[in-house]
């Protein structure tokens, strides 16, 4: 048949079947074909029809099963209105829709209400990405979303849809940050290769993170915090190199796999955060070892980054102080010897000027003046064994109560025992964390003079007792018990002084903070004065040591100038003697 398809064919309301293929039928189609009510095939194809499909077909909504216009010279825009005709397969191939620049409806492309399309694989009529982000759209509830401005519209490019930004016509930006998704997330988000930016933050979706986001090589940027997602985070995010930023947190992840650490040059503390802190919304917390930031069940968070002392090598703060004290124990302890053998070498104090017992009461009544009369290491300077164990025992209850302290300030962020405080806060509209700490260089001003005020008698008075026990006059009991008294003195203040620091530099958050903290460290030094105030309560006897001795370390001094004297007058008489005797030799 040559010619045109009458316009009036569409007055055959009982025509089921109308197939005109391999003509030479020219002209449009008639659009009253779609008042034939029960047509169910419609086969125009291997004809020369030319011009636009009329929309009218859409009609034949429930009843038509297969509309083939295929091998003709249809062009312009293909009818949305074709969507409409459920179950039936379309075919519209080798026509001229490809040289406008329009693409098919969507909803064509996705097939999602007509059984086959035979242009969907053309992606000039049919992108890609464009199915990809409609699957998208319905997987995370588009309906429901804030602002779904062109998202899913039949015509419109997905490149204007709400939040995605394209270049050449491929998708770079997907961001919908606090737009109100729920629902899940596609596994055909894997399919956006060229994607960059992925900012999902801020909304509700469920169910676990799709593996298939490991698949998005060059993506640098991944926000899916706040959100409720759970399971395991994929492997495949372990694949993409290329991440600068990635936040989970907030949600209910239970496990991440082994991250290469990422380039924190950018986002800082920023880059890598998850739910790794405490408390946790579950039993046992997320570990992450590569995390820059870790959030609690509360929404704050706390950098996780070496410590000045892991940087130095060290596991803890507690390992560093066990070499600490150590090493100066050492140095006090050589320092002593040197001062020692220089003063045997050079014979000083080789002339006593009183008597031996004397002399050693007057050190002990010095050493118990340096140490303090009202604490119980005054026993230091005595010989009562059981005075030594009480001594002893009060360093020891100092230092355990101190290493609570220590432990506590350990930035193991994964463990219900840490003190420290998640100061920081990482918005929902930002992707930048901030430290909302307040405490300022005044703090630290106010705390070095509380230790200065309430230490620095014990550091002064334990170093004169170490320098004391230098003295080659004291008989070796003397010297240990002198330099026991001083060292324990010295180290105790030292460490006080090394836990007020490190758990004020862990947990104060404010000026007050740091001065309640210190207060409390510093209660713990006066330990034993309480302790000896006790046992004098108990039995005055007990501490009778120190009840004979008033003598001061300036009556000590005195004593020693005056000795000093005698010595040089002695000296003096002595030559005047040797001088006399050799004037009566001459005479």
């Given at each position: 048949?040559?010619?045109?398809?009458?316009?009036?064919?569409?007055?055959?309301?009982?025509?089921?079947?109308?197939?005109?293929?391999?003509?030479?039928?020219?002209?449009?189609?008639?659009?009253?074909?779609?008042?034939?009510?029960?047509?169910?095939i419609?086969?125009?194809?291997?004809?020369?029809?030319?011009?636009?499909?009329?929309?009218?077909?859409?009609?034949?909504?429930?009843?038509?099963?297969?509309?083939?216009?295929?091998?003709?010279?249809?062009?312009?825009?293909?009818?949305?209105?074709?969507?409409?005709?459920?179950?039936?397969?379309?075919l519209?191939?080798?026509?001229?829709?490809?040289?406008?620049?329009?693409?098919?409806?969507?909803?064509?492309?996705t097939?999602?209400?007509?059984?086959?399309?035979?242009?969907?694989?053309?992606?000039?009529?049919?992108?890609?990405?464009?199915?990809?982000?409609?699957?998208?759209?319905?997987?995370?509830k588009?309906?429901?979303?804030t602002d779904?401005?062109?998202?899913?519209?039949?015509?419109?490019?997905?490149?204007?849809?709400?939040?995605?930004?394209?270049?050449?016509?491929r998708?770079?930006?997907?961001?919908?940050?606090?737009?109100?998704?729920?629902?899940?997330?596609?596994?055909?988000?894997?399919?956006?290769?060229?994607?960059?930016?992925?900012?999902?933050?801020?909304?509700?979706?469920?169910?676990?993170?799709?593996?298939?986001?490991g698949?998005?090589?060059?993506?640098?940027?991944?926000?899916?915090?706040?959100?409720?997602?759970?399971?395991?985070?994929?492997?495949?995010?372990?694949?993409?190199?290329?991440?600068?930023?990635?936040?989970?947190?907030?949600?209910?992840?239970?496990?991440?796999?082994?991250?290469?650490?990422?380039?924190?040059?950018?986002?800082?503390?920023?880059?890598?955060?998850?739910?790794?802190?405490?408390?946790?919304?579950?039993?046992?917390?997320?570990?992450?070892?590569?995390?820059?930031?870790?959030?609690?069940?509360?929404?704050?968070?706390?950098?996780?980054?070496?410590?000045?002392?892991?940087?130095?090598?060290?596991?803890?703060?507690?390992?560093?102080?066990?070499?600490?004290?150590?090493?100066?124990?050492?140095?006090?302890?050589?320092?002593?010897?040197?001062?020692?053998?220089?003063?045997?070498?050079?014979?000083?104090?080789?002339?006593?000027?009183?008597?031996?017992?004397?002399r050693?009461?007057?050190?002990?009544?010095?050493?118990?003046?340096?140490?303090?009369?009202?604490?119980?290491?005054?026993?230091?300077?005595?010989?009562?064994?059981?005075?030594?164990?009480?001594?002893f025992?009060?360093l020891?209850?100092?230092v355990?109560?101190?290493?609570?302290?220590?432990?506590?300030?350990?930035?193991?962020?994964?463990?219900?025992?840490?003190?420290?405080?998640?100061?920081?806060?990482?918005?929902?509209?930002?992707?930048?964390?901030?430290?909302?700490?307040?405490?300022?260089?005044?703090g630290?001003?106010?705390?070095?003079?509380?230790l200065?005020?309430?230490?620095?008698?014990?550091?002064?008075?334990?170093?004169?007792?170490?320098?004391?026990?230098?003295?080659?006059?004291?008989?070796?009991?003397?010297?240990?018990?002198?330099?026991?008294?001083?060292?324990?003195?010295c180290?105790?203040?030292?460490?006080?002084?090394?836990?007020?620091?490190?758990?004020?530099?862990?947990?104060?958050?404010?000026?007050t903070?740091?001065?309640?903290?210190?207060?409390?460290?510093?209660?713990?030094?006066?330990?034993?004065?309480?302790?000896?105030?006790?046992?004098?309560?108990?039995?005055?006897?007990?501490?009778?040591?120190?009840?004979?001795?008033?003598?001061?370390?300036?009556?000590?001094?005195?004593?020693?100038?005056?000795?000093?004297?005698?010595?040089?007058?002695?000296?003096?008489?002595?030559?005047?003697?040797?001088?006399?005797?050799?004037?009566?030799e001459?005479?």
């Amino acid at each position: 048949f040559t010619g045109s398809i009458p316009e009036d064919l569409g007055r055959f309301q009982s025509l089921k079947v109308l197939k005109l293929a391999g003509n030479k039928l020219t002209g449009t189609i008639p659009s009253s074909i779609g008042n034939i009510a029960v047509l169910e095939i419609l086969d125009l194809s291997n004809n020369l029809l030319r011009s636009t499909i009329p929309p009218e077909l859409g009609l034949l909504d429930g009843v038509l099963k297969r509309l083939d216009l295929s091998n003709n010279t249809l062009s312009g825009r293909i009818p949305s209105e074709l969507s409409q005709l459920q179950g039936a397969s379309i075919l519209l191939s080798n026509n001229l829709f490809s040289n406008s620049s329009e693409t098919a409806p969507l909803r064509l492309c996705t097939l999602s209400s007509v059984k086959a399309f035979d242009l969907e694989s053309d992606t000039t009529l049919c992108p890609m990405e464009r199915n990809f982000l409609s699957d998208f759209y319905h997987s995370a509830k588009g309906g429901e979303w804030t602002d779904s401005t062109y998202w899913v519209d039949e015509y419109t490019s997905y490149c204007d849809w709400k939040g995605v930004t394209c270049e050449n016509d491929r998708v770079t930006k997907l961001n919908l940050s606090n737009n109100g998704l729920s629902g899940r997330l596609s596994v055909n988000i894997g399919n956006l290769t060229s994607i960059e930016v992925l900012d999902l933050s801020d909304n509700d979706i469920k169910g676990s993170i799709p593996t298939e986001i490991g698949l998005l090589f060059n993506l640098t940027y991944l926000r899916l915090s706040y959100n409720a997602f759970t399971g395991t985070a994929p492997e495949g995010l372990g694949e993409l190199t290329k991440l600068q930023l990635l936040q989970l947190q907030s949600n209910r992840i239970t496990k991440m796999p082994n991250i290469t650490p990422l380039d924190d040059s950018i986002f800082n503390e920023s880059t890598f955060i998850t739910d790794c802190g405490v408390p946790s919304a579950f039993k046992d917390p997320m570990e992450c070892d590569n995390c820059t930031m870790c959030c609690n069940a509360n929404e704050d968070c706390f950098p996780q980054e070496d410590t000045r002392i892991e940087e130095w090598g060290f596991n803890s703060y507690l390992t560093f102080a066990g070499l600490l004290i150590p090493c100066f124990i050492a140095i006090c302890g050589v320092t002593v010897l040197s001062l020692y053998f220089f003063r045997k070498y050079n014979n000083r104090e080789n002339t006593l000027t009183m008597s031996r017992e004397r002399r050693i009461e007057d050190d002990d009544k010095y050493a118990l003046s340096r140490i303090g009369k009202n604490s119980v290491y005054s026993y230091f300077v005595t010989d009562k064994a059981l005075g030594w164990v009480v001594a002893f025992a009060t360093l020891g209850i100092q230092v355990a109560i101190l290493i609570f302290f220590v432990n506590a300030s350990e930035a193991k962020l994964q463990e219900d025992t840490i003190d420290i405080q998640f100061t920081w806060k990482c918005p929902r509209d930002s992707d930048e964390c901030r430290n909302t700490a307040d405490l300022k260089r005044i703090g630290w001003f106010i705390f070095s003079m509380l230790l200065i005020a309430h230490l620095a008698k014990d550091s002064i008075n334990g170093s004169k007792l170490i320098y004391h026990s230098s003295r080659i006059r004291h008989t070796l009991g003397s010297r240990v018990r002198y330099f026991i008294s001083g060292i324990g003195l010295c180290s105790i203040t030292l460490f006080a002084i090394y836990v007020s620091t490190v758990y004020n530099m862990a947990i104060a958050t404010s000026n007050t903070d740091i001065i309640i903290n210190s207060v409390v460290v510093l209660f713990i030094m006066d330990l034993d004065e309480y302790i000896f105030a006790l046992l004098e309560a108990c039995n005055d006897k007990w501490t009778a040591h120190t009840s004979d001795s008033e003598e001061t370390s300036s009556d000590e001094e005195a004593r020693n100038e005056s000795e000093s004297s005698i010595t040089e007058m002695k000296k003096e008489i002595e030559r005047q003697k040797t001088q006399i005797a050799s004037q009566q030799e001459e005479l």
